[in-house]
C-alpha cells in the first residue's frame, strides 16, 4: 500500500523534490533478460525534458539518468532497478513568499493541511519534475512490450482542437507540442507564445493510443484496465479528466450509434482467427478487458497554475495575502505532459501482460 | 492483489453472478462499534432496485440483504462483514444465442478471449447487478463517515443537459431519475420513453458532490484522491470517462480563469481558521489532497448496449453472426448508475479517512 | 491491504465467527477452467471436521460447503468463487463468565484492548471453527496445482517424538492423530485421553511436505517463500513457531554439516537435466527461491489454552479472578491443525505458481 | 504487490547488489514531522558494519548513509525518504569459479533456475550487503516508535547457549557476538575462531525482545502480528527458523504450564488500568495481537554456507563440479544478523503502530 508505487506485478517507486539533490525511481518485477543500458532511457527523458523550446520551462536540466541496480552483464536480473536523476539546475531563489502564502491550483494548502509543514521549495514533492523519475521507469517497461505501440500527442490546447482531418502522425515528433496537425501546429505558437508574455497560461488535452494490445489483457471488476488507466493517468499532475474511447461523447450517444459491430477477418486481411471491429467508440476496452482494437483514451489537463496575475490568497497564518508566482515555469503543463501520458500508458500496459499471465494460470 | 476487490484499509471484495443463487460482499477493514444492522443497508439497495418505475429494467428483485458475520449485539466488531443478497428473479429465458455469439459492447467478446469460456447468463460476473453488492458495502461504509454528506444526480440524459439555474437538491429524490431540475425531470420522461418504445438506448451523465471533506484527506502521488476516486468510478459497468472539478472545460480556461483564490474566513462566518475558497475549478483537491472544499466529480455512462437493432456480429467460431439483444434492460444504464456512484464516493472516502489516520502517524 | 485476506494473485479472503449462522471464503484470482464442484471441496473439510473421534471437540458440525459463484458448467471462470458453510451445532450455552472475564492464553484480552468489545460467543473470529473457511478455499487451491503433492502429519505430541524410522506415509491416514509412525500414534491415545480426563491439553509438532514445486518458485527478498510459508502457518490458531528444512537445529550445524551438496542425474535415473541433491538441510528452499527438492516444514502448536483448571485472570473492569473453560475443546488443537498446515500450504504453493508466471515475463 | 518492498502503511522498498555501485532503500509512509538526519541513521550502520572485529567478514564498508529525499528542514514531510548507500569496497577478484558452478547452500541454483541467470559476483541481490538498506530504513523506523525499545542478541552460537542466569543487557554491546552473557561471548571467541582456520562457519539463535508495545496492536487474521514477524525475520539472509514466545517448547507443555494467568496491577505498582501478566509464554501475542507484554522472539540461522571445504556440486552445464568458496565471508552469519533482527522488529512495529490506527477508526 505504497502510496508512491504503481503497478501491480510491474511495480515502480518514485521519490524525490523538484530542489532535492536528486530524483528516482525503483523499478520492481521487471521480468529478467531484457537487454537494459542508460542509452535506453535517456532519449526518452531527452524528449520531456524541460528547456527544450520557448515554449516549455527554461529550467536547464540535463536530466542524465544512472543505473544503479538490477542490470547485469546488460541485462536485466529480475531485481530490482534503481534509477537515478540528478538535480542540476535548482536555481537559488527566494522562496520566502512562496513558503509563507499559498498559491491557489498549486498543492501548497493541501500539503500543509495534511502535513503540518511542506517542502516549498519549487513545489517539492507536488512538483511535475517528479514525471522524468516515471519517464525512466516508463523506458524499462516498454522493453517488457515490443509489441505495443503508444503515442501520445495534444488534440487541443488553449480550447483549440486539431482537425483529425489533418492528423498526421509524422508531425508529431516535428514541432514543439506533440501536435499531430501541422495547421494546429501553428496556430498554437501562437497561443502559448501570448500566454507567455502575458503571464497567463493555457490547458490541453492529450490523447494516447496504444496499438497491439492483445485481447484478454485487464481484468474484472476492480483490477479493470479502464480503472488503471483512469488511476495512472490521474496521478499525473495537473490532470482534471481521464475518458476511454468516446468518453464523454459516448453519452450523447444512442446504443446503435454507439455500437462497435465486429465482423470476421477475411483471408485476404490475412485472418489470424480474430475479429475486424467496424468501429472504436468503447477504444479498445469492454468489460475493463481488452478487445484487440487499439486501447483510446484522453486526458484533460487544467492551465498551469503558476501565473504572473496577482491572485487573492491567504498566508500560514490565515491572514490574507496576495500572491503570484515568479521563476521558470510551462505556459502549458500539458505539452510536457505527453511523454508522461505515454509513460504511464506502458507502465500499465508492461504490468497487465504480466497480470494476465498469472491471471489465467 | 484481489482483482474484486476495493480499497485500502476499507476493503470490500465482491462475488457472484446475474444468474447465480446470491450475490455479496465482504466488507473488511471496517472500524469496530459503528451501529449496524440490516435495516442501514436496506433503504440504499431499494433505491438502486431494479423495477422500480418503467423507466429501468423490469427484472423483480427484492435485493434482500444479509448480514453474515462482523456484528456482535448491534455493533459491528472490526472483523469482516459478510453481506448476501439472494438472486430470485433469474427469469429462466433461452440464453443460446448470447452463448453463441457476441453481443457488441459488452463483455462477451473481451471475456472468451481472456478466460476461454464465459457464464453467458445475463452478462455473468459483467453484468451490472453486481453493484449491488457495492451499494450494500457502501451502506456500511457510509457509518464511518457521518461527517460526510453524498449526492449523486444525473446532470445530462440522452444529450439533454440540466438547466443549473433550475438545480434543487429537493428534486433529486422526486423523480425516477435522480435529476435535480425539474423541467428536465420531465423531459428526459420522454426521451426515455422513446429509447425504450424503439429498443434503443441512450447514455447519461452523473455528476457527485461530497460536503464535509476535511483537507488533509489523500495522499501523492499514487494514491491521489484523483486517482482513487476515478479508478473507483471506472470500475463501474458502462462508464467511459471521469472528471474532477471543472474536467474537460477546465482544459479550456486560462490561469486566471481557472483559479480558486481563497480569502480569510470573517468571524461573522463562524471562523473555525478555515479559508473561504472563491471558486472549485479544482473540485476540492489539489496535488491529490483534499482542499476542504466540496469534492466533485462527474463520470460519463455510455448508452446501454443491449438493443432490440440486429448489430452485426461474430460467433464462437469466428463465423459472421448477427445479434440483437432480447430481455429486459435498462434503456439507460445511467440512471441507475447513479446510486452506485454515490456509493463508490462513500467507499472511497471511509477508506481515505482510515488511511489519513496511518499517513500523518 | 485486507487483514482478513491472503496470497497476491490465488487470494482468498475468510469471514464469519464461531457461532455466527454461517463462515466462509471468496476465493479470487482462481484461474478459469478448472473442473470444481462442492464433491471436490467436501472431502477435505470432512478431513478436518470435529467431533470425529473422541480425540478432538464433540461439537458436531457437517460442514457442508456450497458454492455460490465463480463457477459454471462445472468449471471455475476466473470470477471469484463464493464458498458458504453453515454453522449448525452453535450449543446455545451460556457465555456469561467468559463474556465478562478474559481466558488466559486466548484472544479475548487482546481483542478487547484493540476493538473495545468482542464476539466472545466460542471465540468468535478468533476461534479455530475459521480455519474450516481455508480448508474450503485450499481444495479450489489444490487444483490449480495438480503437480504438487502435499502432506502434513504430526511427529510430536505432548512431547513424544515419533520414531523416523518407523514413518510409513500410509499410516498417516490410519489413525486420528495424522501420525505417521503406528507405535507413536498408539502411545499418542493414551496422551491424549489422559489430557483430555484431566481436563488438561497438550501441545504438537506438525510437519509438511510438499513435493514436486519446480526449482524457480519464490522470488527475493520480501516475497521469499520461506516468508511467505512462515506467514501462512502463523496465521493459523495456537501456531507459535515455524522452521524450514532443518530449522532451529540448522542453527547448531556446521557449514559442511549443512551444506546439500548436488551431483548430475545419471541417464539410468530418468535424467531431466535437474540436478541430485545428496541432502535436503534447506527444505527446499534457497535464497527464498524452491530448488526443486521437497519443501519440508514444521510448525508448533501450543497446548489448547481451553482447560478445565481454574487459572488466575481479571474481568472486564480490571477486578481479579478466575476463570476454567467449560464447553467442547480439542484436548490438543494440534491434531486437528494438521489438514489446515496442507490447506495453507496448497494455498501459499498456488499463488506461488501464479505468480511466478508474472515474474519471470 | 512489489516484491522487494515489506510493510503495509511504513512500507520500504529496498535495491542493489553485493558487487553493484550502491545499495539503498525508499521509505514510503514515513509520518511527516519527524526529526532526521544522517546522523540518526549511522550508528545503527556502523553497529552492522562488516570488518569490525576478527570475527566477521573482512571487507571494508564505511557504510555512509545519504538521505536524498523526504526531510526537509531537519524534519520528515510525509514523502518518500530515499537513502543510499555506496559500495566501495568491492575487490575486483576472480569469479569465474562461482560465476560457472553453483555453490550449495547458496542462492545460485535458485536464482539461475528462475531467472535464467544471475549477478553472481558476491552473490549479487542475495547477498547479505542488502541487509544495511534494511537497517538504515529501520533506523528511520524507530523515530516513528519512541516509546518502544528492541534488543536482538545472540542466545546460542555453535550450538552453546548462553546461561539464563548469567543475562547482563549492559553486557550486550561490550563483546563482539551481541552475547548478553560474559562468560559465553568469551567461549564464542574461541568457537568462531575455530571455524574461522578450519575455513568452515557455525550458527547461531538471535532473540529479539520489544518494550513497550502497547495491547492492541496487530490484527486477526492474515495480518496477524505473528505472520508479520515471520514474514520479517525469513525474509532476512540465512534464516531457517522463527519462534514466538516458548515457540517449539511451548508444544511440550500442557495447558497449564503453557498459561499466562493475569492479576489487577495494584495501586503500589503504578496502576495504570492494564493487568499484571504472571508469565510470557505467549511472547507477548496473543490470537494475533499484542497483548502488552513484551514481544519476544527467536529466530534460527544456518551456518554460513561459504565454507573453504570443497563440496560436490554441478556446474550450469549441469556437469559434476567441485567447488570451495574462496573470498572473505563471516564464518557465522548470525552475529550480524543481530542488528539485523532488530532493524526487522522495529519496521514492523512502525507500521503496526500506523496501521492499528487506521484499523480502529
Not at 513545489?123 to 519534475?129: H, N
Not at 500560514?316 to 505532459?337: L, M, Q, S, Y
Request: proline fraction near 6%.
Amino acid at each position: 500500500m505504497s502510496f508512491n508505487s504503481f503497478g501491480r506485478v510491474f511495480r515502480f517507486t518514485t521519490w524525490g523534490e523538484s530542489h532535492g539533490p536528486a530524483i528516482g525511481a525503483v523499478v520492481d518485477g521487471c521480468p529478467p533478460g531484457l537487454e537494459l543500458a542508460e542509452a535506453d532511457i535517456q532519449p526518452w527523458l531527452d524528449k520531456r525534458r524541460p528547456g527544450t523550446s520557448r515554449f516549455t520551462t527554461q529550467r536547464q536540466e540535463p536530466d542524465q539518468v544512472r543505473i544503479l541496480s538490477g542490470v547485469f552483464e546488460g541485462r536485466t536480473t529480475g531485481t530490482p532497478i534503481s534509477l537515478m536523476i540528478e538535480n542540476v539546475d535548482q536555481r537559488s531563489k527566494d522562496y520566502s513568499e512562496v513558503a509563507l502564502a499559498y498559491r491557489p491550483g498549486h498543492a501548497d494548502y493541501a500539503y500543509d493541511a495534511k502535513y503540518g509543514f511542506r517542502d516549498y521549495r519549487g513545489g517539492g514533492r507536488s512538483s511535475a519534475r517528479e514525471t522524468a523519475s516515471r519517464v525512466a521507469a516508463a523506458a524499462v517497461a516498454r522493453l517488457a512490450i515490443p509489441e505495443i505501440r503508444i503515442r501520445a500527442y495534444l488534440v487541443e490546447l488553449g480550447g483549440d482542437a486539431i482537425d483529425r482531418a489533418g492528423f498526421d502522425d509524422a508531425a508529431i515528433d516535428e514541432n514543439p507540442f506533440f501536435c499531430p496537425d501541422r495547421a494546429a501546429a501553428t496556430r498554437w505558437e501562437a497561443i502559448v507564445d501570448d500566454a507567455r508574455k502575458a503571464g497567463s497560461s493555457v490547458g490541453a488535452v492529450v490523447e494516447c493510443v496504444a496499438e497491439g494490445v492483445p485481447a484478454g489483457w485487464g481484468a474484472p471488476l476492480y483490477a479493470k484496465l479502464d480503472s488503471e488507466l483512469a488511476a495512472a493517468m490521474m496521478s499525473i499532475n495537473a490532470v482534471k479528466g481521464v475518458e476511454i474511447g468516446d468518453g464523454f461523447a459516448a453519452a450523447r450517444l444512442t446504443g446503435e450509434t454507439n455500437a462497435d459491430p465486429m465482423r470476421p477477418r477475411q483471408e485476404s486481411e490475412g485472418n489470424d482467427g480474430k475479429p475486424v471491429f467496424l468501429a472504436n467508440h468503447a477504444g479498445g476496452i469492454a468489460g475493463g478487458i481488452a478487445t484487440g482494437q487499439p486501447i483510446v483514451l484522453r486526458v484533460a489537463l487544467k492551465p498551469t497554475s503558476s501565473i504572473l496575475t496577482h491572485v487573492e490568497t491567504i498566508d500560514r497564518e490565515g491572514n490574507a495575502a496576495e500572491i503570484r508566482t515568479k521563476g521558470r515555469h510551462d505556459p502549458c503543463v500539458g505539452i510536457r505532459a505527453a511523454p508522461v501520458v505515454e509513460a504511464m500508458m506502458a507502465l500499465v500496459l508492461a504490468d497487465q501482460k504480466l497480470l494476465h499471465r498469472a491471471q489465467i494460470g
